[in-house]
Structure formats: structure tokens, C-alpha cells
């Protein structure tokens, strides 16, 4: 069954596409959760309007991103953790911990954006990437500095 797709579905396509799936996945899980309509011409029509719709929308998208881009290029944060023997972190610094000073700066940046290969369990400078588009990659400058007594 031919069936075009309403939304990006991994393995299978992207929005917009048409797609031949099998009879049953169509009838039992893309119609009922309104991720495909079926493939006839009036429904061809309907998704090109939308498909223009979501080009223009990923076109303003990209925009707003790379304006965000050069903002957080700027964008140097410290994190101020406690340390042990041979400065070594107790705990880690996470994209958690991250996404928490962004926000303190005025960045609203989703933690899951913020792509760190592991935690950080040492002082030092880093840069961190953090994906707000499909090819808009920001690097924040991280600089995690050891916790002194009184603060």
C-alpha cells in the first residue's frame, strides 16, 4: 500500500514521502496515529501545501539558529565544582549542568541538544558542541574550575 508520510518516521522516510509499506503497518499503525495519509490525489495536494509549508518553517528555523549560533559562539560559562586529590572531580559535569548555566545567561537550550561524549570529571577549558539545527552546530566555551572553601 502506497501511503505518504505526515511526519519523518526513521527507517522508512520523510515527511512528505511517499512510501509503499505493508497493507497492515499502514492500517494498524501509521492511519490510526495520523502519521500517513493514504496515497490518492487529493491527499498528494494536501501534503505539498504542507510540505511547502514545513520548508518555509525549517527555512525560518535555520535562520533563528544560526542567529542563536553566533550568540552562543560568543558564550563563555564556569562551572565551579568541589575536587579531590589531583584535581579530580567529585561527580561530573553533565549537559545537564550545562543547559542549567545557558539558562542562567538567558539561553533556553534543551539538554538533549547539548551532544557531550561523556561527563566532564576534570577541571579545565572545553568546548562544548551543542546541535540547534540539522547542520547548525554552536561551541560553548566551558571552563570547570575547582570550588574553594568559601563559597
Not at 527507517?11 to 492500517?27: E, F, I, M, P, S
Amino acid at each position: 500500500m502506497e501511503v505518504i508520510l505526515r511526519e519523518t518516521i526513521d527507517n522508512l522516510g520523510r515527511a512528505g514521502q511517499v512510501v509503499k509499506v505493508a497493507d497492515g503497518y499502514a492500517r494498524n499503525y501509521l492511519l490510526p496515529r495520523k502519521l500517513a495519509y493514504l496515497s490518492t490525489p487529493g491527499n498528494r495536494k494536501v501534503i505539498e501545501y504542507e510540505r511547502q509549508s514545513l520548508l518555509r518553517k525549517e527555512a525560518q528555523q535555520k535562520d533563528d539558529s544560526e542567529k542563536l549560533k553566533e550568540m552562543l559562539d560568543a558564550v563563555a560559562i564556569v562551572i565551579r565544582r568541589k575536587v579531590g586529590e589531583q584535581n579530580a572531580l567529585y561527580g561530573s559535569v553533565t549537559n545537564a549542568d550545562v543547559a542549567e548555566e545557558l539558562e542562567k545567561k538567558g539561553f533556553q537550550i534543551e539538554k538533549r541538544k547539548i551532544h557531550m561524549d561523556d561527563h566532564i570529571k576534570a577541571i579545565g577549558e572545553f568546548s562544548i558542541p551543542i546541535r540547534l539545527f540539522k547542520d547548525v552546530i554552536a561551541h560553548v566555551k566551558l571552563k570547570v574550575e575547582a570550588e574553594t572553601e568559601g563559597e
